[in-house]
């Protein structure tokens, strides 16, 4: 599997960014997934979770009312709209399948400026 994401960028606290993940191969429909983030200095979490049917959702405290997660399995792509952003947001996103991990891709940065 190859996730490959994009979406990230330059945005001002406040401000708002959508970002995509898309895998490749046919089993995506199949699989739950997860947005995860890395900040500078800081280990890699979790921040949301979807079921592979989408029906249902978790996020950490730290991202709840300002985060959505979402997926589309017919594009084998899953997304992250995020609102509110703020500084502490600032870290390169990653995707991947929570409980059989893929390799990680680049992942996409996302800086919040204040």
């Known amino acids: 599997v190859q996730l490959v994401e994009s979406g990230g960028g330059l945005v001002q606290a406040g401000g708002s960014l959508r970002l995509s993940c898309v895998a490749s191969g046919s089993k995506f429909r199949f699989n739950a997934m997860a947005w995860y983030r890395q900040a500078p200095g800081k280990q890699r979490e979790l921040v949301a979770r979807i079921s592979s049917g989408g029906g249902n959702t978790l996020y950490v405290d730290a991202v709840k009312g300002r985060f959505t997660i979402s997926r589309d399995n017919a594009k084998n792509t899953m997304y992250l709209l995020m609102d509110s952003l703020k500084p502490e947001d600032t870290a390169v996103y990653y995707c991947?399948?929570?409980?059989?991990?893929?390799?990680w891709g680049q992942g996409t940065q996302v800086t919040v400026s204040s």
């Open positions: 991947n399948r929570p409980y059989t991990p893929a390799d």
